[in-house]
C-alpha cells in the first residue's frame, strides 16, 4: 500500500536532518560565491570561534543578532554599528578554499582555479567541498558543517538520483496532477510493480519497453522487451513504454541535454544554461523490431555507446574537444579556441559556417542552440522548447 505523500516528507526529514545550518542544507557552492564575492568571504572573529567551538563538538558563544558572514558594499568590512569612532571591529577574508579530495573530475579543480580558489585536501578548513557521490544524511552530519561552509549535493538527492525513485516520485506526482505530470511515457518501478506491469505487456503484446537498470549509467544494461519474463527479478529496473516514432534530425534519432543550476530549494532557485547539448544515434533510425532491438546506435544516444561506432562523428563546431574524447558528457565549449582534430572546422572555414548560421549542425554531438535553429526552421519552435 502506497504511503501517504506526508509519511514520505516526513521520513525523508528524518533521513537528513543533523547537526548542520539550515543555510548550508540549503544553499550550493555557488549560492554562498554570490553571497560573499568570487574571491573570498569576510567573516567575522565571533563567527569564526563559533566555526572552531562546533568543529570541538561545543558551542561558542555568540555576540550580536547573528554570526553569520557579513559583507558591506564594495567589499569592505562593516565598521561598528555605533560608528561613533569608525574604528569597528576587524574583519578578516577568508579565502575560498576547496576541498576535492572525494572529487575525480579534473574540470572541476582547472575551474577552481581558473576563479582564483585555493585547493586544499584539510578535513576541515575548506569553505567548499565537491563531492562526486550524493551524499546521505549521515555523511552530512558527519562532516558537521559550519558557516560558510558549503557542499556541492543537498540532502536526499537519491530521491531522484536513481531511477527507480524518480519514477516512483514522478508516478505520484502524476497521480496527484496527472496534467503537469504528462510529459513523460508511461513507467514501471520493477519488480514492486510486475504484477501491474506484466497485465498491461499481455493486454498490448505488439508494445515494446525500454527497461534500465535503478543505477546504471551509460547506457549499461538497458535493452528492449515485449515479455515481462525477460526481466531479471533480482534487480531493480525501471520499465517504460518505448516511443516509436520519436522526432528526428537527419533521419537520426537524438536526446537533448540542458543543464541548471540549483543554488536553493527552499525557495526554489533554479538557473538555466544559455547553452546545452543534443546527443545523436550514429546510425539511421528505424521503427524498432526482433531484428534491430540489439542495434543500440540505432536506439540509444549515450555517448559511452555510440563513440563505439566507427560512424561517430566529432563536432564541427561549438563543443570542445576535449569533451568528445572520453570526457563523458561534459566540455560544453566557452571561450575556448577549439583547432585541429578530425572532423573539426577551423580558422576561416568555421568563420565562414558562422557567418552562415550552420556552426554546430553536424556531428554525433551538437550546441542546443543548434537545434533551436532546426527546429524554427522546420515548423516547430525553437522558443517553446527554451520555455
Known sequence: MELDLEEERERDRLE??????????LCSPLAAVSQGGVGEWELDDDADAASAGARRGGHAEQHGADAAPSRSEGGSAPDDASGE???????KALKVQVNLTGCCYAVVGAACKSLGWKITAHEEKWT??????????QTLRDMRLVRPQRINHFPAMCEIAFKCRLANNLNRLRHRLPADYDFYPQTW??????NTFDRHVGENPNRTFIVKPNSGSQGQGIFFTRRAADIPKDCKYVAQRYLNKPLLIDKLKFDLRIY????????LRVYMAREGLARFCTEEYESISKQNRENHFKHLTNYAINKKNDAFQAPTEGIAVAGMQGGGEKGLRGDTDVGGGEGMDNGAEAGERASQGIVGNEGSKRPLSSIYRWLDANGFSGEKVRS
Open 189 to 194: 518501478v520493477l519488480p514492486e510493480e510486475l
Open 260 to 267: 541548471v543550476l540549483v543554488t536553493s530549494v527552499a525557495p
Open 16 to 25: 537528513v536532518e543533523g547537526d548542520f545550518t539550515q543555510e548550508a542544507m
Open 128 to 137: 567548499i567541498r565537491w563531492v562526486d557521490r550524493y551524499c546521505l544524511g
Open 85 to 91: 569612532s569608525g574604528k569597528g571591529k576587524k574583519h
